[in-house]
Every structure is written in structure tokens, then in C-alpha cells.
């Protein structure tokens, strides 16, 4: 079992960027995949961002592709999302997620066990 616990959200103007943190617990975090998902006001949970066990896969939804970057530090039991040139649309809270196994080609939140409370991005215009 993993707990997580997501940091760095605030409030941006749009064009800026944030670096969003998920911190594990636990001896074992390098065996859990873990992903970022938001989820706006009225709408349904978004896949953001995935990672395999080292680092070594990444995968991206279409609208972050290219502005976002996902990684991890399995020293830290840390992974990050380093999201650049931010769009007021994009105004959400955003969750980190894992699971246990290597792969990190999951795109559903119905795929992931463990979730974090989540951290408010607000993108201003």
C-alpha cells in the first residue's frame, strides 16, 4: 500500500509555469506506476501524465503534450509534472495516482488504486 501526497499547486497567470510534486510512502514506490489526472469544476477526471517504474516510459494526454513533463526520483519517492505555458482552461484540481506494477501505459483513472487528495491549479488570463 502506498500513500500520496501531491504539493506545488497555486494560482498562475497564463503563458506561466508550475512544478507539481506527488511524494510516496513506503520502501516500495519504485514498484508502483504513477500518473497525474485533473479534474475541473462540473467535469469529469482527465488523464494527464503517466511514468513507468524508473522513469524510463512516459506518456502524456494530447492537450499537455510538448508543455508538460512528467519524471520521478525513486531516491525522493517522488514523481513531478513540470507544466509550461499554462492556458486558463487547464484551472483544475490535479491528482496524483499509482498503482503497483512496472508499466506506465495507463490512461484510466479506473486503472490506478491509490490516489492523493489533489492540489488546486488556478490559471488566471
Known amino acids: 500500500q502506498v500513500q500520496l501526497v501531491e504539493s506545488g499547486g497555486g494560482l498562475v497567470q497564463a503563458g506561466g509555469s508550475l512544478r507539481l510534486s506527488c511524494t510516496g510512502s513506503?520502501?516500495?514506490?519504485?514498484?508502483?506506476?504513477v500518473g497525474w489526472f485533473r479534474q475541473a469544476p462540473g467535469k469529469g477526471r482527465e488523464f494527464v501524465a503517466s511514468?513507468?517504474?524508473?522513469?524510463?516510459?512516459?506518456y502524456y494526454g494530447d492537450s499537455v503534450k510538448g508543455r508538460f513533463t512528467i519524471s520521478r526520483d525513486n531516491d525522493k519517492n517522488t514523481v513531478s509534472l513540470q507544466m509550461n505555458s499554462l492556458k486558463p482552461e487547464e484551472t483544475a484540481a490535479y491528482y496524483c495516482?499509482?498503482?503497483?506494477?512496472?508499466?506506465?501505459?495507463?490512461?484510466?483513472?479506473?486503472?490506478?488504486?491509490?490516489w492523493g487528495q489533489g492540489t488546486q491549479v488556478t490559471v488566471s488570463s
Open positions: 511514468v513507468d517504474w524508473n522513469g524510463g516510459e512516459t
Open positions: 513506503g520502501r516500495s514506490f519504485s514498484t508502483y506506476a
Open positions: 495516482a499509482a498503482r503497483r506494477g512496472l508499466s506506465g501505459k495507463y490512461y484510466s483513472e479506473n486503472d490506478f488504486t491509490y
